[in-house]
């Protein structure tokens, strides 16, 4: 007879986290790919107890995909009224992508509230309620889950949001809906296939689908981008750091690894060394644009992934040895 544990679940989190803001915070804040997970975003930390006015924000986060921000706030109780009003003031104030409520157990009531704001809002804002739980196997450890009880209504969303505004008369555009469907079957493959990813789908800004998408690196300030400048396709570590001197130096650190590096990926690189540049890369690129033949497109799709996962394998190391 096959002997199996029982599941049970942690009725009281404080067992776990004693305090919200001494212990949950800081544990969600090295822990935001687990709800990345949930939420179908990748996720990357900019600070935690963000000032919004006399209020403070529990966990300030961005989404690579499109550097847009991420609101999160923490409740290890009910939900109640005063967050809710709290949510609301730190998502005008950052004028969050996404905003997130995770809570122990959320009322009816402030559920309905987040599905009537995300019916009532454009793909530009989205509203998660996630209840966060933690469940043992007999006297095992705790494990956290976090169960989604509110989301945005995808079908809606995407019905309001096919493609590029033409802002001189309103009508959509054939390049937003190829820049869309191109980087959805990208995410597709990338997050399926080879777990480089937990984004579900493309992130516009203000109906407008951008000629780029962004992957989290595992290092603050730099990601892994596919793009489409000026009529090329490119792959790129992206290097994007509040102080524009670090930005520089990083820069010159990896190029004196040039060699090793170009051998590594089998692939000549531009380096990006400007002056006066908020931010450099470093790119890999190739011929093709979004309005390309289909052949030609599912050859830049291919492409991408490979350099992308390349980029990730070679570059990690260097940006072990030389970010701190």
């Known amino acids: 007879m096959v002997d199996l544990g029982e599941i049970q679940r942690v009725e009281d989190l404080r067992e776990i986290w004693p305090h919200e803001a001494q212990d949950f915070t800081p544990w969600l804040a090295e822990n935001l790919d687990k709800l990345g997970d ?3 975003l990748d996720l990357e930390l900019q600070s935690i107890e963000a000032a919004v006015g006399a209020f403070a924000l529990d966990v300030l986060a961005y989404a690579p995909g499109s550097n847009r921000t991420v609101i999160i706030e923490n409740q290890l109780e009910v939900t109640n009224h005063d967050h809710l009003g709290k949510l609301l003031t730190y998502a005008a104030g950052y004028d969050a992508y996404a905003v997130v409520w995770l809570t122990r157990e959320f009322r009816e009531e402030h559920r309905a509230a987040l599905d009537w704001l995300n019916q009532r809002t454009g793909d530009d804002t989205q509203f998660f309620g996630v209840v966060v739980e933690a469940w043992r196997i007999d006297d095992s450890r705790p494990a956290p ?16 949001s096919t493609g590029q505004v033409n802002r001189d008369d309103g009508r959509v555009t054939e390049s937003g809906e190829g820049y869309r469907d ?34 989290a690196s595992g290092f603050r300030g730099i990601i892994y981008r596919a793009a489409f400048p000026r009529n090329k396709a490119s792959v790129e570590l992206y290097i994007d750091f509040p102080d524009g001197e670090a930005n520089a130096r990083l820069l010159d650190r990896l190029k004196e690894r040039e060699e090793q590096i170009e051998a590594a990926l089998e692939a000549s690189l531009e380096w990006d060394s400007r002056e006066n540049r908020r931010f450099v890369s470093v790119a890999v690129t190739r011929g093709g644009t979004i309005s390309d033949a289909s052949e030609t497109i599912e050859e830049v799709h291919d492409w991408m992934v490979r350099y ?9 190391p260097h940006l072990q040895e030389l970010v701190k």
């Open 38 to 40: 949930a939420l179908g």
């Open 145 to 160: 889950h976090f169960r989604m009880v509110a989301m945005p209504n995808d079908w809606q969303k995407r019905a309001s």
């Open 182 to 215: 191109f980087f959805q079957s990208l995410l597709d493959t990338l997050r399926d296939e080879h777990r480089f990813t937990t984004a579900r789908r493309p992130i516009s800004h203000q109906g407008r689908y951008q000629n780029w998408y962004g992957f």
């Open 308 to 316: 992308l996962l390349a980029f990730k394998r070679v570059f990690t």
